[in-house]
């Protein structure tokens, strides 16, 4: 090949990872990810039985790897908990399977709880607030396999027993197929 053309062909890749990159930092600028609230939060009532809460905006950042941030995050307890938030969470960052997001779906990899509160209740009739009741149609499958908590405190209390205990600046990662089963 002639060193023309050979460096013509350089500079022309080059251009197109130029302009990709530019696309890629804009991108998520032009959509506005705050008109999926309503679906996230559909879908979490629909696979638990429980209302989510997100109060902050969702903000989506392509580089270096798709991460769709929830800001101000709370998930119900059920009605009769002694606590009415189950997990309240500074931001969830959902890390996107980029190949996924190329073949045209949208599947999560890994979520992480930023100083999350965590409260685990068991009441006096020995019902646990972890224990979800899925809508019809809800299939209990979690959205996301992997799950990191940062800087996270984590409260248990059984009702029965009289039990308490508290857990701060926990960190740790933890998986699940399903909502009922770990992996």
């Not at 990159?21 to 506005?32: N, Q, Y």
């Not at 996924?100 to 990899?109: C, F, K, M, P």
Request: proline residues 7%.
């Amino acid at each position: 090949m002639a060193p023309f053309l050979h460096k013509k062909l350089l500079i022309c890749a080059g251009g197109v990872v130029g302009v990709l990159i530019v696309a890629l930092v804009t991108l998520p600028f032009l959509i506005d990810m705050n008109a999926y609230k309503p679906g996230i939060i559909a879908e979490a009532k629909q696979a638990t039985g429980r209302d989510l809460a997100i109060e902050g905006p969702i903000q989506l950042s392509l580089l270096p790897l798709p991460v769709v941030r929830l800001n101000g995050v709370r998930f119900a307890s059920p009605p009769d908990a002694k606590d009415p938030s189950m997990v309240e969470a500074k931001s969830i960052a959902v890390r996107l399977s980029l190949l996924a997001l190329i073949t045209g779906s949208i599947e999560a990899t890994e979520a992480t709880l930023v100083a999350p509160r965590i409260n685990l209740e068991v009441d006096a009739a020995g019902q646990a607030n972890w224990a979800f009741a899925p809508s019809a149609g809800g299939a209990g499958a979690l959205p996301v396999r992997d799950v990191r908590v940062e800087d996270g405190t984590f409260t248990f209390s059984d009702a029965q027993t009289g039990l308490s205990v508290v857990a701060t600046k926990v960190n740790f990662i933890a998986s699940a197929a399903s909502i009922a089963a770990p992996r």
